[in-house]
């Protein structure tokens, strides 16, 4: 498995394993007049999709036979309509340590975050992607990459259309949508959505509170670069976890998981 980079051999996230996901060439930035460009939750389902489809030509997907595959199954099979939203989701066979939730439905779960938490762990994160989307942060996200992507003049941007991405605008937008963050506003409340979630279908919140321990674990070492540089529109990941386990605390569903590491092994798919 390969590391995400850009064609222009730019980083752009913060995991993958050993598929390549080419983002594409870097076109100049948006025009200020962008912002004029009527945006609607339908656009942001379109042009996510459009990116997410070109990422899933463009680098190695998990086949349905794939121990990997059959654990994102086996955890989440139940969950392709969640609070009204259709789901599809996949997994990228890549070095970098992350998942991420598109406008369009979308969710793709990188191999080496797999690797590293448990199946409520897995869940919490994705459950926290999905409260981005629903909280509609994705749309936000998807109208700034296609800017950037299609590199708009501010003619184009007053007639309120959303035009047709090329094959190298829509390796840009892959680029932008990878790269996009979130404020720390927004990333409480996709917590908080993610609490939710585990507490109505019954899973261990718990599980929110040591992933979060985890990706604390993660900003030293070799990974602090890229990490560091994805989470830092991020909350403290520990600060995270300490507000989990006062919910879970108030709830009276807390159950010490004791001291939290990460695997020295891959975890048992």
Not at 5 to 22: D, E, G, K, P
Request: glycine share 6%.
């Amino acid at each position: 498995m390969k590391k995400i980079i850009s064609i222009a051999l730019i980083a752009t996230v913060s995991f993958c394993m050993n598929a390549q996901i080419n983002l594409g060439k870097m076109t100049k930035a948006a025009s200020s007049g962008v912002a004029a460009l009527s945006f609607s939750n339908a656009d942001a389902q379109k042009v996510a999709k459009e990116g997410v489809e070109w990422m899933d030509n463009n680098n190695e997907v998990a086949s349905e036979n794939d121990p990997y595959t059959i654990r994102l199954n086996r955890l989440f099979g139940k969950h392709k309509n969640e609070d009204g939203l259709p789901l599809n989701y996949k997994v990228y066979l890549v070095t970098d340590i992350n998942a991420f939730a598109c406008a369009d439905g979308s969710v793709r779960v990188f191999s080496s975050l797999m690797d590293i938490m448990t199946d409520d762990e897995l869940l919490a994160i994705i459950g926290h992607e999905i409260g981005h989307v629903k909280n509609e942060d994705s749309k936000d996200a998807v109208k700034n990459a296609y800017m950037k992507a299609a590199a708009m003049e501010a003619a184009s941007a007053s007639s309120n259309t959303v035009q047709v991405l090329n094959d190298s605008q829509l390796g840009e937008l892959a680029n932008n949508l990878l790269d996009a963050k979130h404020s720390k506003k927004q990333e409480s409340e996709a917590d908080d959505y993610s609490y939710d979630f585990m507490k109505k279908h019954n899973y261990n919140v718990v599980g929110a509170y040591t992933a979060f321990k985890k990706l604390a674990l993660l900003g030293g070492g070799e990974k602090a670069t890229s990490y560091q540089r994805m989470m830092s529109s991020h909350p403290d990941s520990e600060k995270r976890a300490q507000i989990i386990k006062s919910r879970a605390e108030k709830d009276g569903v807390w159950n010490d998981p004791g001291e939290v590491k990460l695997p020295t092994e891959r975890i048992t798919e």
